[in-house]
Protein backbone atom coordinates (compact mmCIF):
# COMPACT_ATOMS: atom_id res chain seq x y z
CA UNK A 1 0.00 0.00 0.00
CA UNK A 2 0.99 3.56 -0.14
CA UNK A 3 0.34 6.59 2.57
CA UNK A 4 -1.07 9.47 0.51
CA UNK A 5 -1.67 13.03 2.04
CA UNK A 6 -3.61 15.90 0.14
CA UNK A 7 -3.33 19.43 0.72
CA UNK A 8 -5.58 21.35 1.68
CA UNK A 9 -8.32 19.33 3.11
CA UNK A 10 -11.33 21.82 2.37
CA UNK A 11 -11.43 24.84 0.84
CA UNK A 12 -14.24 27.08 -0.08
CA UNK A 13 -13.45 29.30 -3.06
CA UNK A 14 -15.08 32.40 -5.10
CA UNK A 15 -16.12 31.27 -9.07
CA UNK A 16 -13.86 32.81 -11.11
CA UNK A 17 -10.55 31.62 -9.07
CA UNK A 18 -8.72 28.97 -9.03
CA UNK A 19 -7.35 26.89 -6.63
CA UNK A 20 -4.25 23.87 -6.46
CA UNK A 21 -4.41 20.79 -4.63
CA UNK A 22 -1.16 18.66 -3.68
CA UNK A 23 -0.62 15.37 -3.52
CA UNK A 24 2.18 13.45 -1.69
CA UNK A 25 2.84 9.88 -1.99
CA UNK A 26 5.16 8.28 1.13
CA UNK A 27 6.93 6.10 -1.55
CA UNK A 28 8.03 6.50 -4.91
CA UNK A 29 5.00 5.56 -7.73
CA UNK A 30 4.86 5.73 -11.53
CA UNK A 31 1.28 5.61 -11.35
CA UNK A 32 -0.94 8.79 -10.66
CA UNK A 33 -4.49 9.57 -10.94
CA UNK A 34 -6.74 12.78 -10.11
CA UNK A 35 -10.56 11.62 -9.55
CA UNK A 36 -13.73 14.08 -8.74
CA UNK A 37 -16.60 12.93 -6.71
CA UNK A 38 -19.66 15.04 -7.09
CA UNK A 39 -21.88 15.18 -4.46
CA UNK A 40 -23.64 11.90 -3.67
CA UNK A 41 -21.92 10.40 -7.07
CA UNK A 42 -19.70 7.89 -7.71
CA UNK A 43 -15.94 8.98 -9.08
CA UNK A 44 -14.51 9.75 -12.29
CA UNK A 45 -10.95 10.16 -13.42
CA UNK A 46 -9.82 13.33 -14.46
CA UNK A 47 -6.70 12.71 -15.36
CA UNK A 48 -3.90 10.31 -15.02
CA UNK A 49 -0.22 11.76 -14.37
CA UNK A 50 2.74 10.16 -14.94
CA UNK A 51 6.16 11.38 -13.91
CA UNK A 52 8.30 12.31 -17.57
CA UNK A 53 5.12 12.65 -19.31
CA UNK A 54 2.06 14.65 -20.21
CA UNK A 55 -0.90 13.97 -18.17
CA UNK A 56 -3.53 12.19 -20.26
CA UNK A 57 -7.51 13.52 -19.69
CA UNK A 58 -10.52 11.72 -19.79
CA UNK A 59 -13.16 12.58 -22.40
CA UNK A 60 -15.21 16.11 -20.90
CA UNK A 61 -11.63 17.25 -19.02
CA UNK A 62 -9.66 19.74 -20.56
CA UNK A 63 -5.70 20.86 -19.36
CA UNK A 64 -6.86 24.75 -19.60
CA UNK A 65 -9.59 23.97 -16.93
CA UNK A 66 -7.52 21.21 -14.85
CA UNK A 67 -3.79 21.84 -14.98
CA UNK A 68 -1.58 19.26 -13.42
CA UNK A 69 1.61 19.09 -12.88
CA UNK A 70 4.38 16.02 -11.80
CA UNK A 71 7.61 17.17 -11.16
CA UNK A 72 8.65 14.20 -9.48
CA UNK A 73 7.83 10.01 -8.51
CA UNK A 74 6.34 11.16 -5.11
CA UNK A 75 4.26 14.43 -5.73
CA UNK A 76 1.89 15.90 -8.36
CA UNK A 77 -0.68 18.51 -8.35
CA UNK A 78 -3.90 19.88 -9.80
CA UNK A 79 -5.67 22.88 -10.37
CA UNK A 80 -8.88 23.76 -11.11
CA UNK A 81 -9.12 26.96 -12.72
CA UNK A 82 -11.76 29.48 -13.28
CA UNK A 83 -13.90 28.14 -11.01
CA UNK A 84 -18.06 28.04 -10.66
CA UNK A 85 -20.45 26.28 -9.21
CA UNK A 86 -21.03 23.67 -11.02
CA UNK A 87 -16.83 22.07 -9.94
CA UNK A 88 -18.08 21.89 -6.52
CA UNK A 89 -16.77 18.40 -5.59
CA UNK A 90 -14.33 16.07 -3.58
CA UNK A 91 -11.36 15.72 -5.88
CA UNK A 92 -9.17 12.53 -5.08
CA UNK A 93 -5.59 11.47 -6.03
CA UNK A 94 -4.78 7.81 -6.46
CA UNK A 95 -1.61 5.48 -7.20
CA UNK A 96 -0.25 2.11 -8.10
CA UNK A 97 2.48 1.49 -6.08
CA UNK A 98 2.92 -2.08 -6.90
CA UNK A 99 2.87 -4.36 -10.27
CA UNK A 100 -0.83 -6.05 -9.30
CA UNK A 101 -2.60 -2.44 -10.09
CA UNK A 102 -4.23 -2.01 -6.92
CA UNK A 103 -5.56 1.72 -6.70
CA UNK A 104 -4.71 3.61 -3.09
CA UNK A 105 -6.36 6.73 -2.57
CA UNK A 106 -5.32 9.58 -0.67
CA UNK A 107 -8.29 11.41 2.05
CA UNK A 108 -9.59 14.10 -0.64
CA UNK A 109 -9.93 17.52 -0.81
CA UNK A 110 -13.49 18.75 -0.52
CA UNK A 111 -14.28 21.79 -2.51
CA UNK A 112 -17.05 24.12 -2.41
CA UNK A 113 -17.63 26.79 -5.35
CA UNK A 114 -19.45 30.12 -4.04
CA UNK B 1 -20.17 0.52 -23.55
CA UNK B 2 -18.25 -0.40 -19.89
CA UNK B 3 -20.44 -0.23 -17.16
CA UNK B 4 -20.93 -1.29 -13.93
CA UNK B 5 -24.25 -0.98 -11.65
CA UNK B 6 -24.64 -1.64 -7.83
CA UNK B 7 -27.60 -2.55 -5.97
CA UNK B 8 -28.82 -1.74 -4.10
CA UNK B 9 -28.18 1.89 -3.91
CA UNK B 10 -29.00 1.83 -0.04
CA UNK B 11 -29.38 -0.81 2.54
CA UNK B 12 -30.19 -1.05 6.27
CA UNK B 13 -29.39 -3.60 8.31
CA UNK B 14 -29.98 -4.34 11.97
CA UNK B 15 -26.66 -5.79 14.21
CA UNK B 16 -26.30 -9.29 13.43
CA UNK B 17 -28.09 -9.42 10.31
CA UNK B 18 -25.84 -10.79 6.95
CA UNK B 19 -26.69 -9.69 3.74
CA UNK B 20 -24.73 -9.10 0.54
CA UNK B 21 -24.37 -6.32 -1.74
CA UNK B 22 -24.26 -6.79 -5.85
CA UNK B 23 -22.48 -5.45 -8.62
CA UNK B 24 -23.10 -6.20 -12.09
CA UNK B 25 -20.50 -5.69 -14.83
CA UNK B 26 -20.79 -5.45 -18.83
CA UNK B 27 -17.44 -4.48 -20.04
CA UNK B 28 -15.08 -5.93 -23.32
CA UNK B 29 -12.52 -7.73 -20.94
CA UNK B 30 -12.08 -8.23 -17.63
CA UNK B 31 -8.67 -7.93 -16.14
CA UNK B 32 -9.95 -7.11 -12.41
CA UNK B 33 -12.53 -5.95 -10.15
CA UNK B 34 -12.18 -4.10 -7.15
CA UNK B 35 -13.84 -3.72 -4.04
CA UNK B 36 -13.83 -0.30 -1.98
CA UNK B 37 -15.31 0.58 1.64
CA UNK B 38 -15.77 4.49 1.89
CA UNK B 39 -16.08 6.66 5.20
CA UNK B 40 -17.74 10.10 5.16
CA UNK B 41 -15.11 12.49 3.69
CA UNK B 42 -12.82 10.37 3.60
CA UNK B 43 -11.00 8.74 0.33
CA UNK B 44 -12.22 5.03 -0.88
CA UNK B 45 -10.09 2.50 1.15
CA UNK B 46 -8.86 -0.76 -0.89
CA UNK B 47 -10.92 -4.00 0.13
CA UNK B 48 -10.29 -6.46 -2.69
CA UNK B 49 -8.97 -7.65 -5.88
CA UNK B 50 -10.36 -10.43 -7.93
CA UNK B 51 -9.42 -11.45 -11.25
CA UNK B 52 -11.20 -14.22 -12.06
CA UNK B 53 -15.09 -16.14 -12.07
CA UNK B 54 -15.11 -18.68 -9.06
CA UNK B 55 -12.31 -16.37 -7.15
CA UNK B 56 -13.39 -15.60 -3.14
CA UNK B 57 -11.54 -13.46 -1.30
CA UNK B 58 -12.40 -12.78 2.42
CA UNK B 59 -11.61 -10.14 5.62
CA UNK B 60 -13.20 -10.65 8.90
CA UNK B 61 -16.96 -10.12 8.31
CA UNK B 62 -16.76 -9.82 4.34
CA UNK B 63 -16.11 -12.01 2.03
CA UNK B 64 -16.18 -11.14 -1.82
CA UNK B 65 -16.87 -13.41 -4.90
CA UNK B 66 -16.59 -12.99 -8.56
CA UNK B 67 -18.98 -14.40 -11.91
CA UNK B 68 -18.59 -13.93 -15.15
CA UNK B 69 -20.75 -10.73 -14.98
CA UNK B 70 -21.58 -9.96 -10.97
CA UNK B 71 -19.53 -9.83 -8.01
CA UNK B 72 -21.24 -10.14 -4.35
CA UNK B 73 -19.99 -8.36 -1.15
CA UNK B 74 -21.16 -11.00 1.83
CA UNK B 75 -21.40 -9.42 5.11
CA UNK B 76 -21.88 -11.69 7.64
CA UNK B 77 -23.04 -10.60 11.46
CA UNK B 78 -22.65 -6.75 10.36
CA UNK B 79 -21.74 -4.48 13.40
CA UNK B 80 -22.30 -0.82 13.21
CA UNK B 81 -18.68 0.03 12.21
CA UNK B 82 -19.81 -1.61 8.89
CA UNK B 83 -21.85 1.04 7.77
CA UNK B 84 -19.74 2.93 4.84
CA UNK B 85 -20.62 3.02 1.01
CA UNK B 86 -19.30 -0.28 -0.67
CA UNK B 87 -18.13 1.13 -4.22
CA UNK B 88 -17.12 -1.40 -6.63
CA UNK B 89 -14.04 -0.95 -10.14
CA UNK B 90 -13.80 -2.70 -12.97
CA UNK B 91 -10.64 -2.12 -14.35
CA UNK B 92 -10.45 -3.34 -18.32
CA UNK B 93 -7.94 -5.30 -20.30
CA UNK B 94 -7.96 -2.49 -23.16
CA UNK B 95 -6.84 -0.06 -20.31
CA UNK B 96 -5.39 -0.59 -17.50
CA UNK B 97 -5.19 2.95 -16.46
CA UNK B 98 -8.52 3.22 -15.84
CA UNK B 99 -11.17 2.28 -13.12
CA UNK B 100 -14.59 2.45 -13.92
CA UNK B 101 -16.30 2.87 -10.70
CA UNK B 102 -20.11 2.05 -9.90
CA UNK B 103 -22.16 4.82 -7.98
CA UNK B 104 -21.88 2.43 -4.52
CA UNK B 105 -24.22 0.91 -2.09
CA UNK B 106 -25.06 2.78 1.39
CA UNK B 107 -24.80 0.56 4.39
CA UNK B 108 -26.20 1.48 7.59
CA UNK B 109 -26.03 -1.39 10.58
CA UNK B 110 -28.09 -0.44 13.23
CA UNK B 111 -27.26 -1.88 17.11
Known amino acids: SAVISQKPSRDICQRGTSLTIQCQVDSQVTMMFWYRQQPGQSLTLIAT?????????ESGFVIDKFPISRPNLTFSTLTVSNMSPEDSSIYLC???????????FGPGTRLTVL | EDQVTQSPEALRLQEGESSSLNCSYT??????LFWYRQDPGKGPEFLFTLYSAGEEKEKERLKATLTKKESFLHITAPKPEDSATYLCAVQTIYNTDKLIFGTGTRLQVFP
Open chain 1, 94 to 104: SVVPGQNWEQF
Open chain 1, 49 to 57: ANQGSEATY
Open chain 2, 27 to 32: VSGLRG
